[in-house]
């Protein structure tokens, strides 16, 4: 038996019983049998696309009317104490600065005038070892873990760094765990135990840290120390930051003793801290750092080396440290062993009067790495971009770096290429040095100075870093300029504030540090002549190809 389908009149059926069909699609019938419009259907028919329904579903207010009765919006303002920094002198020479924030948690700390450049009278090295013995035994804390607890019960964090010539310790807690914190700071910088066992462990994390160093490609650690080796040869800032590894067996107790009896003094000392009230810091200060003794005031150490802190200032000399090596390379992403090259000059310090115009200056040569030339936001507008990194494809990376302290400075390139192209290289970075002394464009400026000035907003924004801010400045110069004095300083920099500072570093004599295979690496002698050349060409040079 078969089916038999007369396709024309079920069409004609369709069509004639349209609007009844339609009909049974936009109704439902209720329980009495009577139709009534869809749910979410505007009328009693038609369809229900983007018709919102009118079914209660939440007892709650709905969102599209005012809520009754609520007052008006209270927006949070920056009040006149928030943008003061307080500062105020303690009895025994302890600085004592703070700022308020709005916020539940504070970062406090002590920033202290220590670091590498004052180890002249020490085995080099000392500053490593207690940065890595800081927040361990103290006095009052028998055991690292009784600090990691209390700062786990006020919800907080701790961390040390010590530069060549700051030391810092700082904690970022819950603000109501003010007392005790300042109590923990206390003791880890004036009571530490420095028990043989801890001082034994950090030496054994010092030597596997030398050892990963020498493992890594990355070669930025090493040739910072070898620069200012280079640059401030035997004296304050030249000494390394790092470890030597033959000196890691001869610190001991007696030696980080007698070196903090004379640095961590109060009148070296800043204690800082954001988001607090400057009161109460003030009298925890008073209470844990003045009213009571340090380690070694209280216990007869016999401390052997020198009396006296050294006060000598920066003597910057000039000159190379080379290192004939092999540097470990990335086998799995195809990259080729590379030369690392620093070229520097004498800079200024952080006090000096063309210290704006260095930091644009530094803004304005930029760099970075190869991988990013060009990329949109990676600095690609700047010249050691445009100049080197777009135009020589064996350049791995050219990157200026600004260190200023506060007595001297150093200004200096960094790049990296295959051992092939050293020399290449070196009158690379010398022409663009050279190149510093011209006039930039008014677009190049104007971008390199809100580039500086956004740099410095954004950093600002973070608590950590306004603290940094506040310590160094104080420890420094005793009080603090704020962020707006630094904008309009910024703002003033003209196009010949850029070249009379290029030509004051022109005239200095070069440094320069390597690190790989660096056979045939020009000396500083024909670094300089290169200098003093209207081109930077190095003596006997050829002029450089793109393609080669």
């Not at 990355?218 to 800032?237: C, P, W």
């Not at 210290?355 to 190869?370: E, K, R, T």
């Not at 200023?404 to 009158?427: K, Q």
């Not at 005239?507 to 500083?524: D, H, M």
Request: proline fraction near 6%.
């Amino acid at each position: 038996m078969s089916l038999r389908l007369n396709i024309s009149s079920l069409a004609r059926g369709v069509l004639l019983n349209r609007p009844r069909i339609w009909r049974s699609f936009t109704t439902r019938s209720t329980q009495d049998g009577s139709e009534s419009p869809q749910s979410g259907s505007a009328s009693g028919g038609g369809s229900t696309v983007n018709v919102p329904s009118r079914k209660i579903v939440t007892p709650l207010p709905p969102l599209s009317e005012p809520v009754a009765d609520m007052p008006d919006v209270q927006y949070a303002r920056v009040t006149p104490e928030q943008n003061t920094t307080h500062v105020t002198t303690l009895s025994n020479g302890l600085r004592v600065a703070s700022e308020s924030r709005f916020g539940q948690f504070c970062t406090i700390g002590v920033v202290i005038d220590s670091g590498a450049r004052y180890e002249v009278a020490y085995p080099n090295g000392v500053s490593h070892f207690l940065e890595k013995l800081a927040f361990q035994s103290t006095e009052n804390y028998p055991d690292k873990d009784n600090i990691l607890k209390e700062l786990e019960r006020h919800g907080g964090i701790c961390d040390c760094q010590s530069s060549r010539d700051t030391f810092i310790y700082a904690a970022s807690v819950d603000s109501r765990g003010l007392e005790s914190i300042t109590r923990i700071l206390a003791d880890v910088v004036l009571r530490p135990s420095l028990k043989a066992d801890e001082i034994d462990t950090a030496r054994q994390t010092i030597l596997f840290e030398l050892e990963s160093l020498k493992m890594r490609p990355e070669q930025d650690l090493i040739l910072t120390d070898l620069i200012h080796a280079a640059a401030y040869r035997d004296n304050t800032l030249g000494f390394p930051k790092l470890c030597p590894e033959a000196n890691a067996g001869t610190i001991d107790r007696n030696v980080l003793l007698s070196y903090l009896k004379l640095h961590h003094t109060p009148s070296r000392m800043v204690v800082a801290g954001v988001g607090v009230p400057h009161d109460d810091l003030v009298r925890h200060v008073e209470k844990y750092f003045v009213n009571s003794p340090t380690t070694w005031g209280s216990e007869d150490a016999k401390t052997r080396g020198p009396t006296a802190v050294d006060t000598s200032l920066a003597l910057y000399t000039g000159g190379s440290k080379l290192e004939e090596c092999e540097i470990p390379i990335y086998a799995a992403a195809g990259l080729p062993e590379l030369a690392h090259v620093v070229v520097g000059l004498e800079g200024c310090s952080h006090k000096d009067p063309d210290f704006i115009a260095a930091c644009v200056l530094n803004i304005m040569m930029g760099g970075g790495g190869s991988f990013s030339a060009g990329g949109p936001g990676k600095g690609m507008y700047t010249r050691l971009y445009t100049n080197v990194l777009n135009r020589f494809h064996w350049m791995y990376s050219a990157t200026a770096f600004n260190h200023a302290y506060n007595d001297t400075g150093l200004f200096c390139i960094h790049a990296s290429a295959p051992p092939s192209h050293v020399r290449g290289m070196v009158e690379v970075l010398t022409k663009e040095l050279v190149t510093m002394a011209t006039a930039p464009g008014e677009q190049e400026l104007r971008r390199a100075k809100t580039q500086l000035q956004s740099m410095l907003l954004m950093n600002l924004e973070a608590r950590p870093v306004v603290f940094e801010d506040i310590g160094r400045q104080v420890l420094s110069t005793g009080q603090r300029k704020r962020p707006d004095d630094f904008i309009r300083e910024i703002e003033q920099i003209r196009s010949e504030d850029i070249m009379r500072f290029a030509k004051r570093l022109l005239s200095s004599r070069p440094a320069l540090a390597a690190r790989g295979e660096i056979k045939g690496i020009p000396n500083t002698d024909d670094i300089q002549s290169g200098l003093a050349h209207g081109e930077g060409r190095l003596p006997n040079s050829k002029r450089l190809s793109l393609f080669r």
